[in-house]
């Protein structure tokens, strides 16, 4: 599938809310023709202490996409294992990589990690 129908299929989708709404994705800017710079939210999963917080993402899907993962860089700061605490990095597609990342802050691993302050950023 061409890179640009793949995309605004995913768009499509995103706006909906994947799921159970809690992860959502879309286009930074509208008039982006190449639709190369992405935003994306997860809503923490219950019982973990990501519950009730509400992460911003940032995604960017280069001219391979989708042969090549889009990068993705948290917005909000977290205390994840698989995110670099310094940058919030973190690689993997749009839709699959927010949905792994909510199971993740469910995980036990960091489903009690001490977070930072609410509504801090890199």
């Known amino acids: ?20 709404g809690t992860v959502s ?22 019982n973990t202490v990501h519950e009730c917080q509400i992460y911003q993402l940032k995604l960017f899907c280069d001219k391979d996409y989708p042969e090549k993962p889009p990068s993705v860089r948290f917005h909000s ?19 699959d990589l927010l949905t792994q990342l909510k199971k993740e802050m469910a995980g036990p691993h960091n489903r009690k990690l001490v977070q930072p302050p ?5």
């Open 118 to 122: 609410e509504s801090t950023y890199f």
């Open 1 to 20: 599938m061409p890179r640009n129908f793949r995309l605004l299929e995913e768009l499509e989708r995103g706006e909906k809310g994947i799921g159970d």
């Open 77 to 95: 700061r977290i205390n994840m294992t698989c995110v670099n605490h310094e940058t919030g990095v973190r690689e993997y597609t749009m839709e």
């Open 25 to 46: 994705y879309g286009m930074d800017d509208g008039d982006d023709i190449y639709m190369l710079s992405w935003t994306g939210s997860i809503i923490g999963p219950h």
